[in-house]
C-alpha cells in the first residue's frame, strides 16, 4: 500500500472510531486543551501508575481528522508507559513534526510516524499535538489527585 493511502486509511479509522475515547471516571488529572485556530477542543484524561508513570490515557472532546486521530494514537501508545518513556517518546513526536530538519521518525512511534507529512503543514501541526501537549503538561504534575487544568494555545 502507498504511503499516502495507508496515511488516510488509518487517519480516517481513528478519527472515526477513537480509541481510549471517553471521560475515564477513575482519572487522576483531566487537562483542557483547544485550538481556535482549527476549532479542535479536547480534554486528556489520565491515570497515573503508582510510580508516576502513566496507567490510562482518555481523551474526550471534538476535532478535526488530524487531532482526533493523533490523540487517538496517543492513548494508544503511551498507555503503560513510564514518566520517562512518555516524556521520550512526546519529545520524538514533536522533534518528528516540527525540527527543522527533516530526518527518519523514531521507529518506536510505530502508527504516529505516519502523521510525519503534517510538519508540512504549520497549521495543522498544532492539531496534531494538541493532545501531547495536554498530556505534557498532566505529566508534569503527577499525582495531585483530581486537578483539572487548562492550557492556553501557546506553544508551536
Ligand atoms: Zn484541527
Redesign the pocket.
Known sequence: MEFEELYQEVILDHSRRPRNFGELPDADIHVHAN?PM?G?DVTVHVKFAADGGLDSVFFSGN??S??MASASMMTQKLKKKSHAESMELMRKFHEMLTAAQESEPDKRLGDLQLLKGVRKFPLRVK?ATLAWHALEEALDKPLEKGASLSIEDEKD
Open positions: 485550538n482549527c479542535d476535532g478535526c488530524i487531532c492539531c
